[in-house]
């Protein structure tokens, strides 16, 4: 199984901007696409990005389309996360996930389609 470590949370104020990276490491990370997914207590994970394993197409939800970048570095393994334009309502735990691909898409919700997840980074965005 992969396994998944989320960095780059953190504090900001409405309008900032914060990237969020994801380094994988186990046995092959080759056959994975990667995703971001966010929780916030009490409501269920809510997907927001994805990117192919070759990283050649990505998928994003309508509430972070044209303000979120998911990318992906394949020397080292990392997906990040460039996220813009910070609205309050982007507050919440993000984690990374990995999902085993047949075919080179973006892999899509729900989340229980995943098979490895990281523990997880918080944001947090203030008016």
């Known amino acids: 199984q992969v396994q998944l470590v989320e960095s780059g949370g953190g504090s900001v104020q409405t309008g900032d901007s914060l990237r969020l990276s994801c380094v994988a490491s186990?046995?092959?990370?080759?056959?994975?696409?990667l995703a971001w997914f966010r929780q916030v207590p009490g409501k269920e994970r809510e997907f927001v990005a994805s990117i192919s394993k070759r990283g050649g197409r990505t998928f994003y939800a309508v509430s972070v389309k044209d303000r979120f970048i998911i990318s992906k570095d394949m020397t080292k393994n990392t997906v990040f996360l460039q996220m813009n334009n910070l609205k309050s309502e982007d507050t919440a735990l993000y984690y990374c996930a990995a999902k085993v691909m047949v075919t080179d898409y973006a892999p899509s919700p729900p989340s229980s389609a995943f098979d490895s997840w990281g523990q997880g980074t918080q944001v947090t965005v203030s008016p």
């Open positions: 186990g046995p092959n990370l080759n056959r994975n696409g």
